[in-house]
């Protein structure tokens, strides 16, 4: 399950006599990847229908381009 573009990743890794799972959080193996889709989710209503709490919607949130 490895894409294309990691195949020199994987290369530098074997170079080193080292082992790729030693990269990669087992989250990602092959028996744990498709537990991730196991358990079914609901997917939300619209959002004009939320129940938010006042102090919840008086947060201020940062906008993701003043990280940048």
């Known amino acids: 399950m490895v894409q294309k573009g990691l195949h020199h990743a994987i290369d530098a890794i074997r ?9 990669c959080s087992a989250y990602y193996s092959n028996k744990n990847y498709p537990d991730t889709y196991a358990i079914p ?8 229908t939320w129940d938010v709490p006042p ?6 949130v940062m906008q993701l381009n003043s990280f940048i």
Do not use: G
Not at 15 to 23: E, G, L, S
């Open 15 to 23: 170079y080193r006599n080292k082992h790729r799972d030693d990269y």
């Open 41 to 48: 989710l609901e997917p939300l209503p619209c959002e004009s």
């Open 55 to 60: 102090h919840v919607l008086e947060e201020k």
